[in-house]
Structures are given as C-alpha cells and as structure tokens.
C-alpha cells in the first residue's frame, strides 16, 4: 500500500506580491514555472527559478478585454478563458499567441484540460459547457444539462468542471448545487448529484456573485468526486459561512463524506487530490485564505493553515512537493520538507 503523504509538512516558503487579484494559476509540469491572470485582464509565465526572495520577473504573455478566469495546460500551450468569452491558446515555448475562439457569449468561469492533453473542457454563465480539441481549437461537443430537477430559485450558472484521470468522464457544477457527469465520448449525462448544503444566497444582480459550488475534483482512481462550496451564509459581504466539502460515490449516486468546521470560513474554491487519492487539498476564504488538509479515512481535517489572502486557485505537483497558490494581490508558494 502505497503510504500517506504528512501533509503537515507543507510550509509557507515564498510570498510574491502582485497588484491584481490572482484568479488563475497552473504549474507547469517538470518545472518551476507557471501561467497566471487575474484582474488586470493579462496573462503571465513565471519561473521560480530564476528570481530570489520577493526579487522576480514575469513574463507577459497577452492580454484579454476583461477579468482571466480559468488557465489549462495542453499541448505546449496555456489556454484561458475569461470574462469577455474567449478562450486564447498561448505558446509556452515561443510566448505568442497561436489562436482565439470566441467560446461562450457569457462569462467564463472555469477551464480544464484532460490529463493526455488532447481535450479542453470551458464552462460559463451560459450553462454551456463545451469540448474543445487542445492542438486545433475546434469545437468537439456541446453539453447542456436541459432539467426540470433543479432546486427552487437556483440562478443557473456552471462555475466549475474536471475531468476524470482517465479523460473518459466529466462533472460539470452550477451554482445551485446540481452535479452532473457527463460521457466524454458520446456527450451524455452519466448521473446528477444534489450538493443541497451548498448555500445558494443572492437576489437580482448580486445572485451570480455569492454561494454555491465553486469546486470539483475526482480521485485518482475515479471513483471519488469531490464537490467544495460554502454552507449557510450569515453576512454575504464577508462570506461568513461554514467552507463546505462533500464527497461522492458518484457512480453510486451516494454521498460518502461531509468535511465542515464552523471555524473555517469561507468559499472552497479549489480541491486537488494527491496521487495517492487519501486525502484532499481544499483551498479558498473569506476576507482572508485558508488551506485545509482532509483525510477520507477518518473523515476529519488533518491540517489546517491560515493564507495570507483568499485563495482562489493552487496547483500542486506532487512529485515535486510544490504547490502555489493564487490569490487577492499574492501568489503563495508552500514547499514539502523532507
């Protein structure tokens, strides 16, 4: 049995400060290097290699018309996707950009490619998720979740996606809790999911801005799909909820584990499983960030570390002990001991 890796070793190694909020961030594999974008519009690489302390530079790479929201990896490229509905494929080697498409005519909240590389997944505030080739750029299906079994003044937003680790599968998320997971091959849904204690607050214009499920992320054997949000809200203006993390069987249609601490406050924005699928990298905040360690085992918080901003992405490789977190005016980056 492969061991369980202590979490309790990751340690706060680096803060880099940035002007913009960082909504997006992907490490490159193999390397120090990552691509970001946030609320200045643009897109940046940045090798933590090559610069010491605070003292870095990072390389632009282009910009959007509005906020960058989501950045996959694939094909030698970063793909994001943003606010103005587009997704842009920049080249990693060269720093230019190789296309545009105009993906969706609402904003985009999330972009995920499949592990092998071959497919990108963008989800938006149209309730359309679309495939997408990674090398071409062309469209490879359409999914739209046409149900009447939505729960009651649910505003329907997809905010996240993810894929299976073996790209057969998709889970696609709205904001009023509905799961669905989808057949990569064919387009159809395989099975829905009610994630009910996710908080669903707002009204009017506010209603798209607060609540919900903001996070997904399967095991590594597939098996698991774990959905993060916010329980009940009692002041929206500073997210003071219960961060919320369920988990399910999903080809079961059960739900296996609920992780959720009134001390911890705040959206799940982000959830990423180790290799060894036995415990859960959930990330997120309030005014300010938290990251929590879960163990599925014992179905309890393993460790639990205060950010010093609210996260709204990380990425983390493994084998490298790495994981960088991006956030309100910071990038973090946390290193294994050992």
């Known amino acids: 049995m492969t061991s369980k890796t202590n979490p309790e070793t990751f340690k706060l190694v680096q803060e880099l400060p940035r002007h913009e909020v960082v909504f997006a961030l992907e490490l490159v594999p193999d390397t120090r290097r990552f691509v970001f ?90 309730m359309v998720c679309r495939l997408w080739d990674a090398t071409t750029g062309e469209q490879l299906l359409e999914l739209h979740d046409q149900t009447e079994d939505r729960p009651p003044q649910s505003p329907p937003l997809l905010l996240a996606c993810a894929f299976t680790p073996d790209g057969r599968h998709l889970a696609t998320a709205e904001k009023g809790g509905r799961v669905v997971v989808w057949d990569v091959a064919s387009g159809r849904s395989v099975v829905a999911l009610h994630s009910l204690g996710m908080d669903r607050w707002g009204t009017g214009q506010r209603r798209p801005s607060r609540g919900a499920v903001r996070s997904l992320a399967f095991s590594p054997d597939g098996q698991r799909l774990a959905v993060g949000g916010i329980g009940k809200i009692n002041n929206v203006d500073s997210l003071d909820g219960n961060a919320r993390v369920e988990i399910f069987d999903w080809r079961q249609g059960e739900r296996t584990h609920v992780f959720l601490d009134d001390k911890v406050k705040g959206l799940v924005e982000r959830l990423e499983f180790p290799p060894n699928g036995d415990w859960l990298i959930a990330a997120g905040g309030d005014n300010a960030g938290f990251l929590l360690l879960l163990d599925l085992d014992s179905n309890a918080i393993l460790a639990q570390q205060r950010v010093p901003m609210h996260i709204h992405d990380t990425s983390f490789d493994a084998a490298a002990g790495l994981l960088v977190a991006a956030g309100f005016g910071k990038i973090a980056v946390f290193q294994k001991k050992g």
């Open 37 to 126: 974008g946030g609320s200045d519009f643009k897109v940046y690489e940045l090798d933590l290699a090559a610069g010491g302390g605070e003292t870095f530079e990072a390389r632009e790479l282009g910009s959007h018309h509005s906020y960058v929201t989501g950045i996959a990896l694939a094909s030698g490229a970063a793909v994001s996707g943003s606010y103005d509905g587009r997704l842009i494929w920049w080249d990693l080697e060269s720093g230019t950009q190789r296309r545009s498409v105009e993906a969706h005519t609402r904003w985009i909240r999330g972009v995920e490619a499949a592990r092998d590389g071959t497919t990108i997944a963008s989800v938006a505030d149209d």
